[in-house]
């Protein structure tokens, strides 16, 4: 059974620049802020499948609701589209036409790949697990919703219903052992589904995993720091003990 592999907000590419009003210098910097840098090679796992976005969460974010009246963040201009920086300056004007084009050619293709991908393993193992990986700022955003200091050096997000408490349990187990602080559910909350099984399918399983970034990059930038190697080899430690859950758990379906 292959594990599946979320990757959204590795990529630093834009790719087109209509509707931003920004300067590019302004762009540019919001973009190093809010990369979650080198999680598709932390997360590296030829073996499994991977679902990365190639473009920017400041181009478009996949882990946003696309309706805004569903989207928390949209009310800070920062729903699936963004149209404010983290700091609330303008940034983007989106027009009817821009936002569909957007999300046909770009959201749309990237959640069908994830749906697919999930269909294809429930139909042959009966079950599914989806690793939703991220990294996180060591000081909160100004936008973000929880700004408690001390955040941890693991986050682990969960959902209610997809979720196993014994999952829960064992990767919490996993980074404490190995001394490392571990929060659940934050400074960041949820994990994702594919709203075809959301709600609906307990045999889809998902968990994230986000890594404090002062762990492995230098401070203001996307320079790879000393525990780089060290996070990569714990995080692919993890990955191992992902797959040993899954094969406790599935039943090939031929």
């Known amino acids: 059974?292959?594990?599946?592999?979320?990757?959204?907000?590795?990529?630093?590419?834009?790719?087109?620049?209509?509707?931003?009003?920004?300067?590019?210098e302004e762009i540019d910097a919001e973009v190093l802020k809010l990369t979650d840098w080198y999680t598709n090679e932390l997360f590296d796992a030829r073996g499994e499948e991977m679902i990365?976005?190639?473009?920017?969460?400041?181009?478009?974010?996949?882990?946003?609701?696309?309706?805004?009246?569903q989207e928390v963040m949209a009310k800070f201009g920062m729903g699936v589209l963004y149209e404010k920086t983290d700091s609330g300056l303008p940034l983007r004007n989106i027009t009817p036409?821009?936002?569909?084009?957007?999300?046909s050619k770009y959201y749309c293709i990237h959640?069908?790949?994830?749906n697919d991908g999930v269909s294809r393993q429930l139909k042959k193992y009966g079950e599914v697990l989806i690793l939703d990986c991220h990294s996180f700022a060591d000081t909160p955003f100004h936008r973000d919703l929880n700004k408690m200091p001390d955040?941890?050096?693991?986050?682990?997000g969960?959902?209610?219903?997809?979720?196993?408490?014994?999952?829960?349990?064992?990767?919490?187990?996993?980074?404490?052992?190995?001394?490392?602080?571990?929060?659940?559910?934050?400074?960041?909350?949820?994990?994702?589904?594919?709203?075809?099984?959301?709600?609906a399918n307990k045999k889809v399983k998902s968990i994230m995993l986000e890594v404090n970034r002062k762990l492995?990059?230098?401070?203001?930038?996307?320079?790879?720091?000393?525990?780089?190697?060290?996070?990569?080899?714990?995080?692919?430690?993890?990955?191992?003990l992902l797959k040993e859950y899954v094969s406790s758990q599935c039943v090939v379906n031929e």
């Open 1 to 24: 059974m292959k594990l599946i592999l979320h990757i959204p907000h590795s990529s630093a590419h834009i790719p087109f620049f209509d509707g931003f009003t920004a300067p590019r």
């Open 111 to 114: 959640h069908q790949k994830l």
């Open 151 to 156: 955040r941890p050096d693991f986050n682990i």
């Open 216 to 240: 492995y990059l230098k401070e203001g930038g996307h320079q790879r720091n000393e525990g780089f190697e060290t996070i990569k080899k714990v995080v692919q430690e993890y990955l191992l």
């Open 158 to 199: 969960t959902d209610p219903y997809h979720t196993p408490g014994n999952l829960l349990s064992v990767s919490k187990r996993f980074f404490t052992e190995k001394g490392y602080s571990v929060g659940v559910d934050w400074p960041y909350t949820g994990s994702i589904v594919p709203l075809t099984y959301y709600g």
């Open 97 to 103: 036409r821009l936002r569909d084009s957007i999300l």
């Open 52 to 69: 990365v976005a190639d473009f920017s969460r400041v181009f478009c974010d996949v882990e946003r609701f696309a309706d805004d009246d």
